[in-house]
């Protein structure tokens, strides 16, 4: 057995050179996902740009009893997207390490939109696997959230206790996940270094007052959300549906960096629009006048300043 409560917290390796697409259709583009090893029990994935323009990170997470793999990517299709053989390579091998009877796999989201959800099938058919339904009553079931979304709820991977907060905001079914064995706080599309989409922005506002208020009183050390959409140039994103990010910005963001995002949704509450910071921005998405905003942010970004696609 794996002493989670009193081993840790470990140190994660995050020293990792992220694959950022390619440049011309000629190039190698890596492999469909890329697998780094955080700790021996803690793993992150990335979707490759050349697969998908969205590019999430999955985060898989291993326990005595049972491992937890948050989203599925952006791709339904096994043949350009072989996720469920990916992390079924990663689980064998943990298991010849480890090695147990009736090892289960739990594949959860850290909210419901497409491109965290496209892969879900895969894992349909598979054994000692339960695929946690997207919809609102099946993130509250299985959780055994009783107040959403005040409630904080444990979960427990035997031995490594997550923590699991609602945020909703970005979208309805939205979930931030405290893992003390990493000090990981994962913040799925809420919180990230890119365009943060408060479609309800009053939600969203709420959230991220009680997300701040949540860490804080937990010694986060590192946010990890699901996307990088900056560059490392500070108020510098990357276009909509680009497929080639040379200079992106760090995936780990700090607990300053949180404490930012909080204080800018606060500003942003009464102003729809795009309102751009040095780290990442705030999309209120309150209308047409909004979106045309982003629009028109994207194509002056591919005109003038000539980010490649």
Same mark, same amino acid.
């Given at each position: 057995?794996?002493?989670?409560?009193?081993?840790?917290?470990?140190?994660?390796?995050?020293?990792?050179?992220?694959?950022?697409?390619?440049?011309?259709?000629?190039?190698?583009?890596?492999?469909?996902?890329?697998?780094?090893?955080?700790?021996?029990?803690?793993?992150?994935?990335?979707?490759?740009?050349?697969?998908?323009?969205?590019?999430?990170?999955?985060?898989?997470?291993?326990?005595?009893?049972?491992?937890?793999?948050?989203?599925?990517?952006?791709?339904?299709?096994?043949?350009? $997207?072989? /996720? %469920?053989?990916? *992390?079924?390579? !990663?689980? +064998?091998?943990?298991l010849d390490t480890?090695?147990? =009877?009736?090892?289960?796999?739990?594949?959860?989201?850290?909210?419901?939109?497409?491109?965290?959800?496209?892969?879900?099938?895969?894992?349909?058919?598979?054994?000692?696997?339960?695929?946690?339904?997207?919809?609102?009553?099946?993130?509250?079931?299985?959780?055994?959230f009783a107040d959403?979304?005040?409630?904080?709820?444990?979960?427990?991977?035997?031995?490594?206790?997550l923590e699991v907060?609602?945020?909703?905001?970005?979208?309805?079914?939205?979930?931030?996940?405290?893992?003390?064995?990493?000090?990981?706080?994962?913040?799925?599309?809420?919180?990230?270094?890119?365009?943060?989409?408060?479609?309800?922005?009053?939600?969203?506002?709420?959230?991220?007052?009680?997300?701040?208020? $949540?860490? /804080? %009183?937990?010694? *986060?050390?590192? !946010?990890? +959300?699901?996307?990088?959409?900056?560059?490392?140039? =500070?108020?510098?994103?990357?276009?909509?549906?680009?497929?080639?990010?040379?200079?992106?910005?760090?995936?780990?963001?700090?607990?300053?960096?949180?404490?930012?995002?909080?204080?800018?949704?606060?500003?942003?509450?009464?102003?729809?629009?795009?309102?751009?910071?040095?780290?990442?921005?705030?999309?209120?998405?309150?209308?047409?006048?909004?979106?045309?905003?982003?629009?028109?942010?994207?194509?002056?970004?591919?005109?003038?300043?000539?980010?490649?696609?």
């Amino acid at each position: 057995m794996i002493d989670f409560e009193h081993a840790g917290p470990i140190e994660p390796d995050l020293d990792v050179q992220w694959a950022h697409g390619v440049a011309h259709k000629r190039d190698d583009p890596g492999p469909p996902i890329q697998v780094h090893q955080v700790d021996e029990h803690t793993y992150v994935l990335r979707q490759n740009k050349a697969v998908h323009y969205e590019a999430p990170f999955l985060y898989l997470l291993f326990g005595n009893d049972r491992a937890i793999l948050f989203d599925t990517g952006a791709t339904a299709d096994p043949q350009t $997207f072989p /996720l %469920r053989s990916v *992390v079924d390579g !990663v689980i +064998g091998a943990w298991l010849d390490t480890h090695p147990r =009877p009736g090892y289960r796999l739990v594949v959860a989201h850290t909210h419901a939109h497409g491109d965290h959800i496209a892969a879900d099938a895969q894992f349909a058919d598979r054994p000692d696997t339960e695929v946690v339904g997207p919809d609102l009553p099946a993130v509250e079931a299985f959780f055994g959230f009783a107040d959403w979304p005040n409630d904080v709820v444990p979960f427990d991977l035997g031995g490594r206790v997550l923590e699991v907060l609602p945020i909703p905001g970005h979208q309805a079914t939205s979930i931030a996940v405290f893992d003390p064995w990493t000090r990981f706080l994962l913040t799925g599309d809420t919180v990230y270094p890119g365009r943060l989409y408060g479609r309800d922005m009053p939600a969203f506002v709420e959230s991220m007052d009680r997300l701040a208020e $949540f860490a /804080l %009183r937990r010694p *986060v050390e590192h !946010v990890m +959300g699901c996307h990088v959409e900056m560059s490392r140039t =500070p108020r510098l994103d990357y276009p909509l549906a680009s497929r080639y990010q040379p200079d992106e910005a760090a995936l780990p963001m700090t607990m300053q960096q949180l404490i930012a995002v909080r204080d800018a949704t606060r500003l942003c509450a009464d102003t729809p629009g795009v309102h751009v910071f040095d780290d990442f921005i705030v999309f209120n998405g309150a209308g047409a006048r909004a979106n045309l905003q982003l629009i028109a942010r994207t194509m002056r970004q591919r005109l003038i300043r000539r980010i490649p696609r």
